[in-house]
């Protein structure tokens, strides 16, 4: 099995919607890290998992310098992006995402 790594830092804002008080529910943004995790049984025939590049273009193009609660048909929590960025590279099978120092969330695929 093969294995790459690729790591996306975007800069966009969000408000969460939420069933209880808090300030998460104001428009807010942060610098966030997002790591997308990639494996494939056999290389591409330019000897890849998937190139880096298609990775970016997927995750971060739509993404960077956004109002993610505008170009996400969901409530734009770490969890619920974790998941859309493993559903947006086909050979993704886990994704980190990190909103702020300290708060990180994870979604992995099941096989």
């Known amino acids: 099995m ?7 830092e975007i ?5 969460l919607s939420l069933n209880y008080e808090s300030k998460c529910t104001r428009l807010h943004g942060h610098n966030w890290i997002i790591t997308i995790y990639c494996k ?7 000897g890849m998992v998937v190139d880096f590049s298609e990775i970016k273009r997927l995750i971060k193009q739509p993404l960077d310098h956004q109002n993610l609660n505008e170009v996400l048909p969901f409530n734009p929590t770490a969890e619920n992006i974790a998941r859309w960025c ?4 086909p050979q993704c099978y886990k994704a980190v995402v990190q909103e ?9 695929r099941e096989e």
Request: charged share 30%.
């Open 86 to 89: 493993t559903e947006q590279v």
């Open 2 to 8: 093969y294995y790459v790594e690729k790591r996306i």
């Open 11 to 15: 800069s966009a804002c969000h408000q």
């Open 100 to 108: 702020s120092e300290g708060n990180v969330a994870a979604y992995e």
């Open 40 to 46: 494939a049984r056999e290389l591409d025939s330019n």
